[in-house]
C-alpha cells in the first residue's frame, strides 16, 4: 500500500464543523500578530513622541523591528520542539507569548521596556508561524488547504490590520487622549490570543505526526473517525509506518526546497515598501499624513480585494501562478511609483491619490501573490515530509525574518540617502528577479495530499535510503 492511502480518508474528506473550528483558533494567532505589526507602523510617530525618540535612530528602528529578532529565536525554538516532541506539546504556548508581550507592552514606561515587551511578543509571532500552518496543513483535506492556509493571510490578516486602525482612529474621537491611545489599543491586542490559548492547548496531536513519528495507529483511527466521519485504512500488519529514514538525510534531500520556501518568503520581505516604516516613511512622503488612515484604505481597498482573489483561485490555478502573478504585479506597481514619484510635488493634490493608487497595485498583488502562498506557510508545509516539517518550517520562518530585519535595515537607508523613488525602484526591481524564481524552480503542489507534494510517499518503509 501506499503512504497516501493511510491519510486517504483526511484527504478526501470535505470541509466540515472540524475543519471550521481548527481554522477559527489557528487563524486567530494571524489576526494578532497583523494586529500588533499594524500598531506598531501606525503608531510609530507618536510613540517617537511619547519616548523623545529621533526619526532614524537606531532606538526608533529597534522600536520597529523588536518583534523581528526575537522571532527568529520563536522560530527555531517551536520548530525544534514540535519535531521531535509533537506539536501537541508546544501548541498555544505562541499565543501565550502573544498575549503576554501585548499586555506587558500596555505598561511599559520608556521605549526600553516597549521594546522589550515586543521581543517577548517577536517570540510569539515565530511560533505561531511555525505551528499554525503545521497543525492547519495537517489536518486539512487536499482539496481545501490552500485555501484554509491562505485564510489566514488573506482574510484574517487584513483583518487585525483594519481592527488596530480603526481602534487607534476611534478611541481619540471618543474621548481617549494621549498615551493613553496606544496603551489601550497594545492592552486589548492581549485579549484574543489570550482567550485562545486553552483552546490551542486542546487541539490533538497532528494525524501525522502520529503515524509517521508516534506509530499511534490506535490514536490516529481516533482522530479520523472524529475528522473524516469514516475509518481508515488499515495497514498490513507487516507494514511499519514510523518514518525510520534519518533526518539529517532528509534535512540534505530537502535544503533545496527548504531554501526555495525561505527565498521566495525573503524576497517578499525585500519588495515591501518600507514594511513598518511603510506609514510612517512613504505616507508622509505622498502627503497623507494620518498613518491610520493610510492603513485602514490600502487594507480595505486592496489588501482584502487581493486576499479574496487568492482564495478563490489558490487550489485552481495552483500555488505557483499565483505567485508568480503576484511578484509580477507588485514589481509594476513598485516601478511604476518609483517612475512618477518625482513629478507628484506634495503641493498636487493628485499626489496622495495616485501615489495611494501606485501602492493600492501593490498591496493588491501581495495579497493575491506571496501573502497568501509563500508567507502563509504553504511551501514549508507541502514541500517537506512530516518527520522533518517542524525543522524545516522553524528555518524557513528564520529566513522569513531576517528577510523583515533586512528589509527594515536596507529600505530606510535607501530612503534617507538616495529618496524615495530608489527605495521603492530597488524593491520593484527584487520582485521581477522573485517572479523569475517562482516560474523557474518552484513546483506545484495544488491538489496533492502531503505525501504527494512532499514526495514522502517514495520514502515510505525505507529504513537505509541512499
Known amino acids: 500500500m501506499n503512504l497516501k492511502d493511510i491519510f486517504k480518508p483526511l484527504d478526501d474528506s470535505n470541509f466540515n464543523a472540524y475543519h471550521a473550528r481548527s481554522l477559527l483558533i489557528t487563524t486567530l494567532g494571524m489576526f494578532t500578530i497583523s494586529y500588533n505589526t499594524t500598531f506598531v507602523s501606525v503608531a510609530l510617530p507618536e510613540l517617537k513622541k511619547a519616548f523623545g525618540l529621533v526619526a532614524g535612530s537606531p532606538l526608533y528602528v529597534l522600536l520597529g523591528i523588536s ?45 526600553y521596556e516597549l521594546i522589550a515587551t515586543q521581543m517577548i511578543f517577536g517570540i510569539g509571532i515565530g511560533g505561531d508561524f511555525v505551528m499554525s500552518p503545521i497543525v492547519l496543513g495537517e489536518f486539512a483535506n487536499k482539496k481545501d488547504r490552500g485555501k484554509l492556509l491562505a485564510f489566514a493571510v488573506g482574510v484574517t490578516g487584513p483583518l487585525g490590520s483594519i481592527t488596530s486602525a480603526t481602534t487607534l482612529l476611534i478611541l481619540p474621537m471618543i474621548g481617549v ?48 473517525k472524529e475528522v473524516a466521519k469514516q475509518t481508515s485504512q488499515q495497514a498490513p500488519a507487516d507494514v511499519k509506518t514510523v518514518d525510520k529514514v534519518p533526518v539529517l538525510f532528509y534535512m540534505r534531500k530537502y535544503a533545496k526546497f527548504i531554501a526555495i520556501a525561505g527565498v521566495l518568503w525573503f524576497l517578499d520581505h525585500m519588495v515591501n515598501p518600507g514594511g513598518v516604516f511603510e506609514p510612517a516613511l512613504v505616507g508622509k512622503s505622498i502627503g497623507v499624513s494620518n498613518t491610520a488612515i493610510f492603513s485602514l484604505v490600502l487594507t480595505l481597498a486592496a489588501s482584502i480585494p487581493g486576499g479574496a482573489l487568492s482564495l478563490l483561485l489558490i487550489d485552481r490555478w495552483g500555488r505557483k501562478p499565483l505567485e508568480a502573478m503576484g ?93 524615495l523613488p530608489v ?20 513546483p506545484e503542489t495544488k491538489m496533492k495530499s502531503l505525501e504527494e507534494s512532499s514526495n514522502e510517499d517514495i520514502w515510505f518503509n525505507v529504513e537505509n535510503p541512499q
Open 177 to 224: 487622549h494621549g498615551d493613553l491611545v496606544w496603551r489601550l489599543v497594545l492592552a486589548l491586542g492581549a485579549i484574543i490570543p489570550g482567550s485562545i490559548v486553552y483552546l490551542r492547548r486542546k487541539v490533538p496531536e497532528s494525524p501525522r505526526y502520529l503515524v509517521r513519528i508516534k506509530g499511534d495507529i490506535k490514536q490516529f483511527e481516533q482522530e479520523v
Open 67 to 111: 518583534s523581528f529578532i526575537t522571532a527568529i529565536i520563536g522560530a527555531l525554538l517551536f520548530g525544534f520542539v514540535s519535531n521531535f516532541k509533537g506539536r501537541k506539546a508546544v501548541y498555544g504556548y505562541e499565543a501565550l507569548l502573544l498575549s503576554i508581550g501585548s499586555l506587558l507592552g500596555a505598561f511599559t514606561q520608556n521605549a
Open 327 to 419: 511578484f509580477t504585479g507588485m514589481a509594476i506597481s513598485l516601478v511604476l511609483f518609483a517612475v512618477f514619484k518625482p513629478s507628484l510635488a506634495l503641493s498636487n493634490p493628485l499626489t496622495p491619490i495616485l501615489g495611494m493608487l501606485f501602492l493600492g497595485g501593490y498591496h493588491f498583488w501581495h495579497n493575491v501573490g506571496p501573502a497568501n502562498v509563500s508567507a502563509a506557510g504553504i511551501f514549508n508545509v507541502e514541500l517537506t515530509p512530516t518527520k522533518i516539517r517542524g525543522i524545516a518550517s522553524g528555518i524557513v520562518v528564520t529566513i522569513d525574518r531576517i528577510g523583515a530585519l533586512a528589509n527594515s535595515a536596507i529600505f530606510p537607508f535607501l530612503f534617507f540617502n538616495f529618496g
Open 423 to 442: 527605495a521603492v525602484g530597488v524593491g520593484g526591481a527584487l520582485g521581477i528577479i522573485a517572479a523569475i524564481v517562482t516560474l523557474i524552480i518552484l
